[in-house]
């Protein structure tokens, strides 16, 4: 890529994951307002719900940890 530093990560790319993570998280929270509890999709949106906390969590993470590996 012209104009990055080997090893930096583009700002957009951030960005796009935080925002996958947040509608995967949103819509599985909002689906859990919703659904019957006990029921399998119960189930599964919970666990939806939670990988994508775990993922913004990581996203975090990894993007704090390359803002300090700039520095």
Do not use: C
Not at 1 to 9: A, F, K, S, V
Not at 13 to 32: D, K, M, P, Q, T
Request: proline share 1%.
């Amino acid at each position: 890529m012209i104009g990055h530093n080997q090893g930096t990560m583009d700002p957009f790319l951030g960005r796009a994951a935080f925002h996958i993570g947040f509608y995967i998280s949103f819509v599985a929270g909002a689906l859990l307002l919703f659904l019957e509890k006990g029921t399998a999709e119960y189930v599964i949106t919970q666990f939806t719900l939670g990988i994508g906390l775990v993922y913004l969590l990581l996203v975090v993470i990894l993007v704090q940890w390359g803002k300090r590996r700039e520095q």
